[in-house]
């Protein structure tokens, strides 16, 4: 079993919903957690599907939530987008993009496939300086409030279980496989250590 917290990173489109209730509840458990968005900009829904409300990464959650006061209280209470700005300004103060940053990870939990593909990536074209594996772990988790909820949850009973191992390397297929059986979900396995190489596995 480590002897220190899992270094967490959670990541989903534009770091708003499904990525920010993962990091509140895995902070509230003690694991050390970060996390992150995928996007080129900041989407939230807008009045209509064709108009979202876009934000560049550098605009706080602070000033999306004074912005869609501002905009129509009614409407972006009754969806949620506020209280979950809200919540979010309370956890840190902007979204940050994974491709932005060079910090490392035991694990990275993505939120859907498309993120998923998009962290390989960015991972394969950086130049490893340490030896050390990394668990990229994909659950696909629908974008909204009651998902993403249910989604945190599922993410931090697996980073539980992983963090009570006493061989992670070794034990970690075997665990996805169990939380296949057991939730439903698909889950994507990816390991990146050196030789620089990604090693898909399939846990169906």
Same mark, same amino acid.
């Given at each position: 079993m480590?002897?220190?917290p899992?270094?967490v ?7 708003q ?9 895995l902070s509230?458990?003690g694991?050390?957690v ?7 900009h900041?989407k939230?829904p807008?009045?209509?599907p064709?108009?979202?409300n ?9 000033q999306m ?10 409407l ?5 987008i506020?209280?979950?700005?809200d919540?979010?300004k309370?956890?840190k103060?902007r979204?940050?993009?994974f491709?932005?940053?060079?910090d %490392?990870?035991d694990? !990275?939990?993505?939120? =859907?496939?498309r993120?998923y ?7 394969n074209?950086? $130049?490893q300086e340490?030896c050390?594996p990394?668990h990229?772990?994909n659950?696909?988790i ?15 009973? %697996?980073?539980?279980c !992983?963090?009570?191992? =006493?061989?992670?390397?070794n034990e970690i ?5 169990e939380?296949? $059986?057991k ?12 030789p ?9």
């Amino acid at each position: 079993m480590p002897s220190s917290p899992l270094r967490v990173a959670v990541v989903c489109s534009s770091n708003q919903n499904r990525s920010m209730e993962a990091h509140n509840i895995l902070s509230k458990r003690g694991f050390s957690v970060r996390s992150f968005g995928t996007g080129t900009h900041v989407k939230l829904p807008g009045p209509a599907p064709d108009k979202p409300n876009v934000y560049d990464f550098k605009t706080t959650y602070d000033q999306m939530y004074n912005d869609l006061l501002r905009k129509d209280k009614e409407l972006y209470t009754q969806n949620g987008i506020l209280h979950m700005l809200d919540r979010n300004k309370r956890i840190k103060p902007r979204p940050e993009r994974f491709q932005n940053c060079r910090d %490392l990870f035991d694990l !990275i939990l993505t939120c =859907e496939e498309r993120v998923y593909d998009q962290v390989v990536e960015d991972l394969n074209s950086r $130049e490893q300086e340490t030896c050390q594996p990394v668990h990229v772990i994909n659950v696909d988790i629908q974008d909204n409030h009651e998902e993403a909820t249910l989604g945190a949850f599922l993410i931090c009973e %697996l980073c539980q279980c !992983i963090q009570h191992t =006493e061989d992670m390397e070794n034990e970690i297929d075997e665990l996805l496989q169990e939380f296949e $059986e057991k939730s439903g979900r698909a889950f994507l396995h990816t390991v990146f250590c050196r030789p620089r190489q990604w090693y898909p596995i399939n846990c169906a």
